[in-house]
């Protein structure tokens, strides 16, 4: 952080929020690929912002980007690229990132296929299920994207999804289900994942069982590891699609891995999702950083918690297309910059990656809301507000004007003052307790004619955000140790459940005891 940046927080830490917007509100709002983007209620004022540009100038966003876009290895700890965008790209490039662009082929061609009756199982049956089996970012972008646009889905295909290692989420996935019609989708980049591979196998017999030696006409998995997934078919010619090592998990929505969903909504809006994404990626490989949606965003993200000490930020989705858009993010951004060392092995010096959470306007307002306006915290939120051009008018109006409402009472909040003016018959205990502190700063994005296009293209945004946040944090947002002892040592403690071990950890030990 910079001495430059902490004393302009310093100044002006005792500021309304109100007068600083205010004097904001005739700042140009950030647009980019159909989303414009409102930043005026935030602790900043024009001296501070032009610091806080000039920042994200110094610590080299702009050479960032181009090292993402150029193929260069911005995953130093894997000693690779991130090739997430080349997924999406819609014209030829080069190298390794035109055989990832390249790579969407087969699995487009395979959707259409399977949608339109050409690509069959058992007897020449018609799919008329799809089981998506995944974890992580093998199942969050997937099932988002399906729930963002489940009115569009095909009505002759009962999508399903199962992401759990308790049984019980692949036996409620599997209800009701007809194995003979029934395509399973696997999705494991390194075909090593446990919770994966043990819905597959628990897949794989109850396949077998209904359709014997004919089972694996029903698999198609998309892995980065086909050695292993072709071992785990024993000789048998399944369904093979490649996820190209350079696209992280919780980057792959783009992918192959979403092939439950190319199925089930069809090429249009597959190929307009990714469309929208590289409209997202012109934006951010050719603006400056002035006026770049993601470098702002992520130097915002600096600012709330580097700079001014936020430990939380709160995403409010509203619409009900994107009701899962902040779990999708959690990963997105908490795996990716979760982290508090740097590729070089050195601890970074500042506060990095905040918590996230939040859920869907308007019902959120009816839980943790009142916990944003009048709770002892005061944490930045983003409304992100997609209207339909489809739907009833009043019902849009009236979500426009709660998403309006929530906004601007968090930043101005209900003083004394007022509350007594407006209802003067309220004992002064009563009023005290309605006193709003406003002060609480927020983003707020907006887009109309909400469709698969603007869905990639917001989509693609998060994403470089997320991997701008992490340069200006001085990590390596494209790397996942913390998530690895954890699975390690969930292996070890099999044995102690199973009573072939000791657990070393007293409390371990005792638990464990107490499952027996």
């Given at each position: 952080m910079?001495?430059t940046?902490?004393?302009?927080?310093?100044?002006?830490?005792?500021?309304?929020?109100?007068?600083?917007?205010?004097?904001?509100t005739?700042?140009?709002?950030?647009?980019a690929?159909?989303?414009?983007?409102?930043?005026?209620?935030?602790?900043?004022d024009?001296?501070?912002e032009?610091?806080?540009?000039?920042?994200g100038?110094t610590?080299?966003?702009?050479?960032a980007?181009?090292?993402?876009?150029?193929a260069?290895?911005?995953?130093?700890?894997?000693?690779?690229?991130?090739?997430?965008?080349?997924?999406?790209a819609?014209?030829?490039?080069s190298?390794?990132?035109?055989?990832?662009?390249?790579?969407?082929?087969?699995?487009?061609?395979?959707?259409?296929?399977?949608?339109?009756?050409?690509?069959?199982?058992?007897?020449?049956?018609?799919?008329?299920?799809?089981?998506?089996?995944?974890?992580?970012?093998?199942d969050?972008?997937?099932?988002?994207?399906?729930?963002?646009?489940?009115?569009?889905?095909?009505?002759?295909?009962?999508?399903?999804f199962?992401?759990?290692?308790?049984?019980?989420?692949l036996?409620?996935?599997?209800d009701?289900?007809?194995?003979?019609?029934?395509?399973?989708?696997?999705?494991s980049?390194?075909?090593?994942?446990?919770?994966?591979?043990?819905n597959?196998?628990?897949?794989?017999?109850?396949?077998?069982?209904?359709?014997?030696?004919?089972?694996?006409?029903?698999?198609?998995?998309v892995?980065?590891?086909?050695?292993?997934?072709?071992?785990?078919?024993?000789?048998?010619?399944g369904?093979?699609?490649h996820?190209?090592?350079?696209?992280?998990?919780?980057?792959s929505?783009?992918?192959?891995?979403?092939?439950?969903?190319?199925?089930?909504?069809?090429?249009e809006?597959?190929r307009?999702?990714?469309?929208?994404?590289?409209?997202?990626?012109k934006?951010?490989?050719?603006?400056?950083?002035a006026t770049?949606?993601?470098?702002?965003?992520?130097?915002l993200d600096?600012?709330?918690?580097?700079?001014r000490?936020?430990?939380?930020?709160?995403?409010?989705?509203?619409?009900?297309r994107?009701?899962?858009?902040?779990?999708y993010?959690q990963?997105?951004?908490?795996?990716?910059?979760?982290?508090?060392?740097?590729?070089?092995?050195q601890?970074?010096?500042?506060?990095?990656?905040p918590?996230?959470?939040?859920?869907?306007?308007?019902?959120?307002?009816?839980?943790?809301?009142?916990?944003?306006?009048?709770?002892?915290?005061?944490?930045?939120?983003?409304?992100?507000?997609a209207?339909?051009?489809?739907?009833?008018?009043?019902?849009?109006?009236?979500?426009?004007?709660?998403?309006?409402?929530?906004?601007?009472v968090?930043?101005?909040?209900?003083?004394?003052?007022?509350?007594?003016?407006?209802?003067p018959?309220?004992?002064?205990?009563?009023?005290?307790?309605?006193v709003?502190?406003?002060?609480?700063?927020?983003?707020?994005?907006?887009?109309?004619?909400?469709?698969?296009?603007?869905?990639?293209?917001?989509i693609?945004?998060?994403?470089?955000?997320?991997?701008?946040?992490?340069?200006?944090?001085?990590?390596?947002?494209?790397?996942?140790?913390?998530?690895?002892?954890?699975?390690?040592?969930?292996?070890?403690?099999?044995?102690?459940?199973?009573?072939?071990?000791?657990?070393?950890?007293?409390?371990?030990?005792?638990?464990?005891?107490?499952?027996?």
């Open positions: 910079t001495d940046l902490s004393a302009h927080a310093d100044r002006l830490s005792s500021k309304r929020l109100t007068d600083l917007a205010a004097a904001r005739e700042l140009s709002p950030l647009k690929a159909g989303w414009t983007i409102d930043t005026s209620r935030h602790i900043l024009a001296d501070a032009a610091a806080l540009i000039s920042h100038e610590a080299g966003l702009r050479n980007i181009d090292r993402l876009f150029a260069e290895t911005v995953n130093p700890s894997e000693g690779r690229a991130a090739l997430h965008w080349a997924l999406r819609q014209q030829p490039l190298g390794e990132a035109e055989e990832v662009r390249t790579s969407m082929e087969a699995p487009l061609a395979f959707a259409e296929g399977a949608r339109e009756g050409r690509v069959t199982g058992h007897e020449g049956r018609k799919f008329k299920s799809i089981l998506h089996i995944g974890i992580g970012g093998s969050f972008g997937p099932r988002l994207f399906a729930d963002a646009f489940a009115m569009e889905r095909s009505r002759d295909i009962d999508l399903r199962c992401a759990n290692l308790d049984p019980v989420d036996e409620l996935a599997i009701g289900l007809d194995p003979r019609e029934t395509l399973v989708i696997g999705v980049k390194s075909f090593g994942t446990e919770e994966t591979l043990y597959l196998g628990r897949s794989r017999k109850w396949l077998a069982e209904a359709l014997g030696t004919e089972w694996h006409r029903h698999l198609a998995l892995t980065a590891s086909p050695d292993r997934a072709k071992a785990w078919l024993d000789g048998n010619e369904h093979l699609f996820m190209p090592l350079s696209v992280g998990g919780r980057f929505i783009w992918s192959a891995g979403s092939l439950a969903c190319f199925i089930s909504l069809g090429a809006i597959a307009a999702f990714l469309a929208g994404a590289a409209a997202m990626d934006h951010v490989r050719t603006s400056p950083v770049n949606a993601a470098a702002r965003l992520a130097l600096y600012w709330n918690a580097s700079v000490g936020d430990e939380m930020r709160v995403c409010l989705a509203y619409a009900r994107l009701r899962m858009l902040p779990t993010l990963q997105l951004e908490m795996e990716s910059n979760g982290k508090t060392v740097g590729p070089d092995g601890p970074v010096t500042v506060a990095t990656a918590a996230l959470w939040g859920g869907e306007g308007s019902i959120g307002q009816h839980s943790y809301h009142q916990w944003l306006h009048q709770g002892a915290h005061a944490v930045p939120a983003e409304f992100i507000l209207l339909d051009d489809a739907g009833d008018p009043d019902g849009k109006t009236a979500l426009a004007a709660h998403a309006l409402a929530q906004a601007e968090l930043a101005n909040g209900r003083s004394l003052a007022e509350i007594s003016a407006e209802e018959d309220l004992s002064g205990a009563v009023a005290a307790q309605k709003h502190a406003g002060g609480r700063a927020s983003t707020f994005m907006t887009t109309t004619g909400f469709n698969a296009e603007k869905f990639g293209a917001l693609a945004l998060f994403e470089h955000r997320t991997y701008l946040s992490g340069v200006l944090w001085g990590l390596n947002s494209f790397d996942q140790w913390g998530v690895e002892r954890g699975k390690t040592m969930a292996g070890r403690l099999k044995a102690v459940l199973t009573g072939t071990a000791t657990a070393d950890d007293p409390v371990t030990r005792t638990i464990a005891a107490r499952l027996d």
